[in-house]
C-alpha cells in the first residue's frame, strides 16, 4: 500500500493535518502522522509521537520543553524529525511526504526531507515559499508551494491549496511506490543501467562539454550535466559526496572564481572537495576560471571596471580575471586536487578556457592563463594527481573527447 507521511507540529497546526489526513485517505493512499511539537498538546493523534521524534534526536522531550528554548526545540526536533523519515524510508513505510508551516515547521521538515534519496517525492507547503527557498531546499527535489496565506485554518483560499498539494503528493507517491525511483548510491552497474557520471557546464563553455557528453554515452554513460551558476557546483559537490556518481568531468570550476573574487554566483569554498573526499575518480579543468560574474552592469563593482566587461545577458555580467587572480585560483584548486583520496587527474587546455578566452576573444590574456597553469602544475607537482596537457581550446571537440576517455580509463574502462 502506498503510504505519505505527515511530518509538522500538531500543536500549532493539528487541525490543517488532520483535513490532509482525511483528504490523502479520500485518495486512497495510508497515511502516517509524525508529530513534531513541543510546546502544546496535540490537537490530533499521532503515529509517531512527539516524545519519540525527540528520542530519536537523542534528547528528552520533558527536559526539552523545560528549557523554554525555542531555537533548540526546533533544532533537536528537525533532528529528530530527520532520523525518523530515514527510518521509515528504510523500514519501506515511505513513498511521500507532506508537510505544512512557516518558517519553524518548514525548518523542521525540510531537513527531513533533505535527508531522502532523491525521487522520494516531499512536497511542503509554505508561507516561506515565496522568498529566497534556498536554506530549505539545499540540493534537494523538495517540491515549495507557497501557502499565500498563513497556515492558521482551512478557509476559502488555503483549502484548495492544501487540496492541491495533498492530492500532488498522493499521485507522486503511488507513482514513486510503483516504480521504485529513489536514486540511492549502488555498485555501478549492477542493476543494468548505464553508471552515472557528472559534469560541469556554463555557457561559456557548452561545445566543449557537449563534445564530452557524447563521447560518455558513446562509452556507455550516463551523464547528469550541472550548471556551474552557484546552486548547480552545491547540487554536484552533495551528490558527489554520496557517492552517486561513478565519475566526476568537472569541466567547468568558475564558480572558485565568484568565490575568490565576491562574485554573485559561488558555490561556496568547499567547492571541487567533495568527489576527492569520497574517492570518485575525477577529471578536472579550469574551465571558466578567466571570468568573475556579477548582475547587471550598474552590479560591477567600481574596483573591477577599469578591466574588460562584458555584458552576458541583461541579468549577468562578468569581468575578466587578473593574472594574481589566475594565480591564487590555480594554488586553491590544487589544494584540493592533491587532498583527493581517489583517481585524479588535472586537464589543461593550452588555448583557452572559455568562449570569451578563445584566441582572438576578448578574454584571451595569454599571460594570465600561464600564471593559472604554472599555479596548478606547481601545486600538484609530486602529488599522485594526473596531468594532461591538450594543445587546444577547451571548447574544441578534441578537448572534451580526450577528457572523457581519460575519465573513462580513471573509472576503470567500463
Known amino acids: 500500500m502506498t503510504m505519505v507521511v505527515l511530518v509538522g507540529t500538531l500543536d500549532t497546526k493539528g487541525l490543517e493535518y488532520g483535513w490532509l489526513r482525511e483528504r490523502l485517505l479520500r485518495r486512497g493512499v495510508d497515511v502516517l502522522v509524525v508529530d513534531t511539537g513541543v510546546a502544546g498538546s496535540p490537537r490530533i493523534p499521532a ?5 519519540e521524534v525527540a528520542r530519536a534526536a537523542g534528547v528528552d522531550l520533558e527536559a526539552l520543553r523545560a528549557r ?7 533544532t533537536a526536533m528537525a533532528r529528530g524529525a530527520e532520523a525518523t523519515v530515514l527510518r521509515l524510508h528504510r523500514e519501506g513505510r515511505l513513498h511521500g511526504v507532506l508537510a505544512i508551516g512557516g518558517s519553524g515547521g518548514t525548518s523542521i521538515a525540510t531537513r527531513a526531507m533533505r535527508a531522502l534519496p ?7 507547503v509554505s508561507s516561506m515559499a515565496a522568498g529566497d527557498v534556498s536554506p530549505y531546499v539545499g540540493s534537494s527535489d523538495i517540491t515549495m508551494m507557497y501557502s499565500v496565506v498563513d497556515i492558521a485554518g482551512v478557509n476559502r483560499v488555503s483549502a484548495p491549496i492544501l487540496a492541491n498539494a495533498a492530492d500532488a503528493v498522493a499521485g507522486m507517491a503511488e507513482g514513486f511506490a510503483a516504480a521504485s525511483r529513489a536514486l540511492v548510491p549502488a555498485e555501478w552497474g549492477a542493476d543494468g543501467g548505464a553508471p552515472l557520471v557528472a559534469a560541469s557546464m556554463a555557457g561559456v563553455t557548452t561545445p566543449g562539454v557537449d563534445a564530452a557528453r557524447e563521447r560518455m554515452t558513446d562509452l556507455g554513460y550516463e551523464v547528469l550535466v550541472f550548471h556551474a551558476s552557484g546552486a548547480g557546483g552545491r547540487t554536484l559537490e552533495a551528490l558527489a559526496g554520496q557517492r552517486l556518481f561513478a565519475g566526476v568531468l568537472d569541466l567547468t ?4 572564481a565568484d568565490d575568490l573574487c565576491g562574485g554573485i554566483l559561488t558555490a561556496g569554498p568547499d567547492r571541487l572537495a567533495a568527489a576527492g573526499r569520497a574517492g570518485v575518480p575525477q577529471v578536472v579543468s579550469p ?5 568573475v560574474k556579477f548582475g547587471p552592469v550598474d552590479t560591477v563593482p567600481a574596483r573591477m571596471r577599469d578591466r574588460h566587461v562584458h555584458v552576458h545577458n541583461p541579468s549577468i555580467t562578468v569581468v ?6 589566475c594565480a591564487e585560483l590555480g594554488r586553491r584548486v590544487a589544494v584540493k586536487l592533491r587532498a583527493a583520496t581517489g583517481p585524479t587527474a588535472l586537464c589543461l587546455p593550452l588555448r583557452g578556457l572559455s568562449t570569451l578566452g578563445a584566441p582572438g576573444g576578448p578574454y584571451h590574456d595569454p599571460a594570465a592563463d600561464k600564471a593559472l597553469f604554472d599555479a596548478l602544475r606547481d601545486g600538484v607537482r609530486g602529488s599522485a594527481v594526473e596531468v594532461v596537457e591538450v594543445d587546444t581550446h577547451l571548447n574544441d571537440p578534441s578537448f572534451g573527447r580526450a577528457a572523457s576517455e581519460l575519465l573513462h580509463r580513471m573509472i576503470g574502462g567500463r
Open 47 to 51: 503515529d509517531v509521537e512527539r516524545a
Open 68 to 74: 523554554g528554548d525555542r531555537g533548540a526545540a526546533v
Open 118 to 124: 532523491l525521487g522520494v517525492p516531499k512536497v511542503m
Open 253 to 256: 570550476v568558475c564558480e572558485l
Open 287 to 291: 574551465g571558466a576560471l578567466d571570468m
Open 320 to 325: 575578466r580575471t587578473t593574472e594574481e587572480e
